[in-house]
């Protein structure tokens, strides 16, 4: 489980968070949506450690990742938004630097990268260097790297950003088969169809506040609204009339 407990992040004179609070819940895929500049980054890296918060506590399964940073990250697997890999190492390398930072013995480790490289379908390049890969190739081996010590809740920050079709899919496919494996997921999207397909419950942030917090059906329902981008539309139209 993850859970936002009142974060408040200033820059400058502009306040990225403001009192934000949710919970991601296990066997779940929950959606942070917002327009662009609304907070959602800010938000998930102050959950995953990178921003330390002003105020409010970020939580991995009860364990506030300020205070036990090190027992907290063990829970979790994070895809950033830029899918950043080192260039000069292979994905197995890449992953595999990542394992060790975890702990994972080298036996172990090689039998890790092996099953996610089969799961993932990255076999083919698993011994090529980085700096050469598509941006779809980047995610799956970013994918890789976040599963890599087996965590039980997954940050990921825009996913399928600058994915072909066929990506999308195949991502949306693991999702759904790591949700069915009981993994608490959280991710951000700009892109209404994916949250729709994929979400049992969307965090709407606007200006750096939560606007909504609901179901995808609670939240048209509420809103009087046919599709959840009309809802999402009414919503930050509202200016967070449906808290």
């Known amino acids: 489980m993850i859970e936002a ?3 408040c992040k200033r820059f400058g004179a502009i306040d990225a968070a403001v009192q934000v609070s949710f919970v991601a819940r296990d066997g779940q895929i929950t959606g ?8 959602k980054s800010t938000c998930l890296r102050m959950l995953y450690g990178v921003l330390a918060p002003d105020r409010g506590e970020a939580r991995i399964d009860g364990i506030d990742i300020r205070g036990e940073t090190s027992a907290a990250r063990a829970r979790l697997g994070v895809l950033p938004h830029a899918a950043a890999l080192y260039g000069n190492l292979t994905a197995r390398e ?3 630097y990542f394992g060790t930072l975890q702990g994972i013995g080298s036996e172990a ?6 099953a996610l490289a089969a799961r993932l379908g ?8 980085a700096k050469g890969f598509s941006q779809g190739q980047r995610v799956k081996v970013a994918l890789a790297r976040a599963l890599v010590h087996e965590p039980g809740n997954l940050v990921l920050d825009e996913p399928t950003n600058g994915l072909d079709v066929m990506a999308i899919r195949n991502l949306r496919a693991l999702l759904e088969g790591l949700r069915g494996e009981g993994k608490c ?28 917090d609901d179901t995808p059906a609670a939240l048209c329902e509420r809103s009087g609204a046919a599709t959840l981008e009309e809802a999402f539309m ?3 139209g509202g200016g967070g009339a449906l808290l």
């Open 5 to 7: 407990r009142g974060l």
């Open 32 to 39: 942070l949506l917002g327009p662009n500049g609304a907070g």
């Open 94 to 96: 890449n992953i595999a």
């Open 109 to 114: 480790l090689a039998g890790r990268i092996e």
């Open 122 to 129: 990255i076999g083919d390049f698993l011994d090529r260097r």
């Open 185 to 212: 997921i959280l991710f951000s999207s700009h892109v209404m169809q994916e949250v729709a397909a994929l979400c049992d419950r969307i965090v709407i942030i606007g200006g750096g506040r939560v606007c909504a």
């Open 234 to 236: 009414r919503i930050q």
